[in-house]
């Protein structure tokens, strides 16, 4: 069964680090683009990162960049990410999924997607 | 910055038929996705590339793409069909994805 769990949430105050992990089984993990979707409590889905197969190429929406880190180990089968500066609009379930292209040209969706993992962030 | 549009709710009695509307300037330039999310779970992918349909998703769940609307479609509507969609793109100049802000189909 192809499954993605992530993991290390939890309750952090503002300007505070976490590191997230998402784990890969079930699949070939190197052999595809992934990402981390976020959202908070109550709202929509927000996007927050992409990382290619091999890591030379990597995208963030503006709301994180230059905040958070993403990065994988292939051969561990692990995606993270490194969240540093942590503001109260954070709070969210950060999900790790996998990503497929689509028909066309630059047309990019999510087939498979982890429980996610809760962020507080709360003085 | 690229907005994607989606009506907060959309209401459907048993058995008829859901049309979930995502809007957009020049969205027939991009290919549009799909996912369900029901409440406490992660979403899943019903549609992708406009109107393909992954396997193990019901024949019930469609799209389609005009102009600039793309619309989900659910037929035969049922209960467990209860739950927020959205639409989702891929903007490959910008190089970022976008959502659309939800719809919560709510089966009377």
Redesign the interface.
């Known amino acids: 069964e192809e499954r993605l769990v992530e993991s290390g949430g939890g309750l952090v105050q503002p300007g505070a680090s976490l590191r997230l992990s998402c784990a890969a089984s079930g699949f070939t993990f190197k052999n595809y683009i992934m990402t981390w979707v976020r959202q908070a409590p109550g709202k929509g889905l927000e996007w927050s990162s992409y990382i290619s197969i091999s890591s030379s190429t990597i995208f963030y929406a503006d709301s994180v960049q230059g905040r958070f880190t993403v990065a994988r180990d292939n051969a561990k089968n692990s995606l993270f990410l490194l969240m540093n500066s942590l503001r109260v609009d954070d709070t969210a379930i950060y999900y790790c999924a996998r990503m497929r292209s689509g028909h066309s040209i630059s047309s990019y969706y999510f087939d498979l997607w982890g429980r996610g993992t809760l962020v507080t962030v709360s003085s | 910055s690229y907005v994607l549009t989606q009506p907060p709710s959309v209401s459907v009695a048993p058995g008829q038929t859901a049309r979930i509307i995502c809007g957009g300037n020049n969205i027939g330039s991009?290919?549009v996705?799909w996912?369900q999310?029901k409440p406490g779970?992660?979403?899943?992918?019903v549609v992708?590339?406009d109107s393909?349909r992954?396997s193990g998703i019901p024949e019930r769940f469609s799209g389609s793409h005009s102009g600039n609307t793309a619309t989900l479609i659910i037929s035969r509507v049922e209960a467990g069909d209860e739950a927020?969609y959205?639409c989702?793109?891929?903007?490959?100049v910008g190089?970022?994805?976008?959502?659309?802000?939800?719809t919560k189909l709510t089966v009377l």
Not at chain 2, 88 to 92: L, P
Not at chain 2, 95 to 102: E, I, P, Q
């Open positions: 991009y290919t996705h996912y999310q779970q992660a979403p899943i992918l992708h590339d393909d992954p927020d959205y989702q793109v891929w903007d490959g190089n970022h994805c976008l959502f659309g802000g939800g």
